[in-house]
């Protein structure tokens, strides 16, 4: 059967023919190493990566066997188990903020938590967050993530219907990166304010010197909890997250992708006393913030995230993984740069995408100012080399060989031919 095929198959039963997640119009077949192949045959170098749990390559032999063990003993069962207890543990000894565990199966799930468990602990609503900022599927997180009518801060425009205007009123939204507004808005909300969230890098923008450093300042002086959404960047950054890279520690952090070694499988963590409201019989009916979940700490899941921590804590590992995204950094940086066309190379080493501007890059409004043609040219070209990405990230894998590497420079210098504008 061929891709086309699987793609008429899916706009039958799919609304709009897809999962929701990614361009529906290639379906992969398979994974190995750092690369995929679609359901026709064609080979693509992973800069995907499934979107980042993906971090040491697909089909990696000690985590399938890590796996095939544990499936021999049991796939889940909505019972504390062993495994699940040891990557708690595991996360407690490399997360800085992390004192407790709890499981959920999506980063989106995570974040919706850390928001509620910040209202539980300080008997506050009001939640702040940053425009452009992903953080889940929740009602709360669907606030000013994409907004195409920019309207004043601090209102908050809804990403998507269904949405009680009464959510709105509870949410406060700050431009990333400007921390004097963010210090107007807590002055005036800050006892209002139960938790500010934030991605430490905001999808693909570096926090400005001193912005995340002023967030747990104001945070402290207030009685606010900073939570860091630590999805994307926990386990990719630093072993530690961005919170060991950027040595600011928030009172909670959300994980997931990597810790769960392509399985479904995320996690609040934080300090102890904040983490207490998952325990009725610590903080009481009143206090108690109910969370339970069908697959949350699955035993498979666990064994994976433990298997793949085990390999990134190997010596070298975050060096390699700088090392292959510093040269994709530089060989795009020096073939647009070669070609005439403003841009921006934007992000970390590990995770970083180009934005086709000549103006910096500190916050959304600045992103979505980038010729989007350009880029999607631009990535349109990529595809055609045999590369696979997202259109706005490059997730860089401890898979990739120097090979592949030369492989997607020669990409990048055929991309960037005769691109409009």
């Given at each position: 059967m061929t891709q086309q095929d699987w793609i008429e198959r899916a706009r039958n039963v799919l609304p709009g023919g897809g999962f929701g997640n990614f361009d529906p119009g290639i379906i992969i077949r398979n994974g190995q190493g750092s690369r995929v192949w679609d359901e026709d045959g064609n080979e693509y170098i992973d800069y995907l990566i499934g979107s980042g749990p993906m971090l040491i390559g697909h089909g990696h032999p000690e985590v399938l066997d890590a796996v095939q063990e544990q499936l021999s003993k049991g796939m889940t069962f909505f019972a504390n188990n062993a495994a699940g207890i040891e990557l708690a543990e595991e996360i407690c000894r490399a997360v800085a903020c992390a004192e407790q565990v709890r499981y959920v199966s999506s980063g989106g799930e995570a974040d919706m938590y850390a928001m509620r468990l910040a209202r539980a602990f300080t008997g506050r609503n009001k939640i702040m967050k940053f425009e452009g900022g992903y953080h889940g599927m929740s009602a709360e997180a669907q606030m000013s993530l994409a907004p195409t009518k920019l309207t004043n801060f601090p209102m908050a425009v809804p990403d998507s219907a269904g949405i009680p205007a009464s959510v709105r009123d509870e949410m406060l939204i700050a431009p990333f990166n400007d921390i004097d507004f963010a210090r107007s808005l807590i002055a005036e909300y800050g006892d209002q304010i139960a938790g500010i969230i934030v991605e430490p890098l905001q999808r693909i923008i570096p926090p400005a010197p001193g912005f995340l450093e002023a967030l747990r300042e104001e945070c402290d002086a207030h009685g606010i909890i900073l939570i860091f959404d630590e999805i994307v960047t926990g386990f990719r950054f630093a072993y530690g997250g961005a919170q060991e890279l950027y040595g600011v520690t928030p009172d909670v952090c959300t994980l997931g992708k990597i810790i769960g070694g392509g399985f479904p499988l995320a996690a609040i963590a934080g300090r102890a006393d904040i983490m207490a409201h998952f325990d009725k019989s610590r903080v009481g009916p009143e206090g108690f913030l109910m969370q339970l979940g069908t697959l949350s700490g699955n035993p498979v899941a666990a064994v994976a995230g433990l298997k793949t921590m085990e390999i990134l804590r190997r010596p070298g590992s975050y060096e390699r993984l700088r090392h292959c995204g510093r040269k994709l950094m530089d060989a795009i940086h020096t073939h647009l740069d070669g070609a005439g066309h403003a841009h921006q190379i934007v992000g970390d080493p590990t995770l970083f995408d180009v934005v086709f501007t000549d103006q910096r890059i500190a916050n959304y409004r600045d992103v979505i100012k980038g010729d989007a043609e350009k880029a999607a040219a631009f990535n349109a070209r990529l595809r055609e080399r045999g590369i696979f990405k997202s259109p706005g990230k490059v997730y860089p894998s401890l898979?990739?060989?120097?090979?592949?590497?030369?492989?997607?420079?020669?990409?990048?210098?055929?991309?960037?031919?005769?691109?409009?504008?």
């Open positions: 898979a990739l060989t120097d090979d592949d590497l030369a492989e997607t420079i020669e990409a990048i210098a055929y991309a960037v031919q005769d691109l409009p504008g």
